[in-house]
């Protein structure tokens, strides 16, 4: 067995303002926006029960950090109505629905992420 462990446990996304990027991802995963801001530019948000993070840093951020392809993709049951919640919240979508199964959409800083259904 290897001394790294298999698991993820945090995946780290550049935003330019800590607060914004909050409530914008709080938003589109359906929590309330009431978590910390560590050190004024950390947060991190639970995505499962099983210790996984996203962790916003706007420290690290810059006009040319953000994301140009999807840096991981966040499940779905319904694909279709993740497109329709996403057009609702006005999120930029950056594809259509694509060989019934996934979409792209964009935070407010340019990072690319994606929507999938897994069956």
């Known amino acids: 067995m290897s001394i790294i462990s298999n698991k993820v446990g945090a995946i780290f996304i550049p935003v330019s303002d800590i607060r914004k990027a909050r409530d914008w991802y709080c938003s589109i995963l359906e929590l309330e926006p009431t978590y910390d801001i560590i050190s004024g530019h950390l947060c991190c948000l639970p995505l499962d029960n099983n210790g996984l993070y ?28 993740a497109y329709e919640f996403m057009k609702e919240k006005e999120v930029e979508l950056i ?10 959409i964009k935070d407010p800083d340019g990072n690319m992420l994606m929507v999938c259904q897994i069956e």
């Open 54 to 81: 996203i962790v916003l840093d706007s420290k690290v951020y810059t006009e040319d950090s953000y994301s140009r392809f999807p840096m991981f993709h966040f499940n779905t049951d319904d694909i279709q109505a």
């Open 95 to 104: 594809t259509g629905i694509e060989h019934g199964h996934w979409f792209n």
